[in-house]
């Protein structure tokens, strides 16, 4: 191989066209998905307290707010919903009233391009804040099941595009691609929250979503922080079962997962850059200790340098306007 002084490396560094001619990975505003919570009620647009300038939305203002994502150039969002009334069947995620099929209903009847992506897990709905349906105090894989098609088939009913099931029961992506092709459905893709660990990065999401757990915690669910192994066969059960899009969650301290899946399996993988990973970056930028836009675009990069094609990320906005004025 050539050496030095053949090879100069920086002679493709020598300026900033040069670099942006050799550059192997752009970030695109086309690859981003952008995460909203709506909640119960009229005329509330309600901050975060944990995940500054985010913010809770009832559906009145959601959907104002969804003309102002559009106009940055966002394509696709994902939809949260806070339910007014929990119980212990998760009721309210599959009412045909239920606060995301209204919020989708109403989302659409403005805006038919924007990509509507429902959440499809019972955390926020349920009253002890699991993903599934309890038995004593563990959740009931296969009763949970039961639940999640109906769940996906009155989301879709209501006007989502894609479904994004996030709540680890085995069988899940199968269990929802049978229900949504027995009604009709079957062009409507599953992005499957596929390698989902039990991480602490998921605080302030779980603040903004009411979702905590009332008791116990998601590690019989969610995977092992360690495991990478188990990653692979994760995604290949789902892959077998039917998801069209691989999700890896969180992204920053997993991009080795993001690497591995994507070597593996020829499916659009995505990444969650999830609420604590915001936070983070947020809190320090506030503190001015970091330089805010380098950082995130820095993260973003890094993200799809590991095999993301798509990122589900709360600085969406900002990207956008910031690679607008690139
Ligand atoms: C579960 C769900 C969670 C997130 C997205 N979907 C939380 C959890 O599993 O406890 C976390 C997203 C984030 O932290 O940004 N429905």
Known sequence: MAKFPVIRMRRLRKNENLRNLVRETNLSIDDLIYPVFVI??????EEIPSMPEQFRFTIDLLVEEVQKIKEKGIKAIILFGIPEEKDELGKDAFDENGIIQRVLREIRKYEKEIILIADLCMCEYTSHGHCGILKGKEVDNDKTLEYLGKIAVSQVKAGADIVAPSGMMDGQVKAIRKTLDETGFEHIPILSYSVKYASSFYGPFRDAAESTPQFGNRKTYQMDIANAREAILEAQLDFEEGADILMVKPALSYLDVIY???KIFHRPVAAYNVSGE?????????????????IVLEILTSIKRAGADLILTYHAKDVAEWLKNE
């Open 40 to 45: 119960p009620g009229k005329g509330k647009k």
């Open 260 to 262: 591995r899946i994507k």
């Open 278 to 294: 915001y936070s983070m970056v947020k809190a320090s930028a506030m503190q001015g200790w970091i330089n805010e836009k380098d």
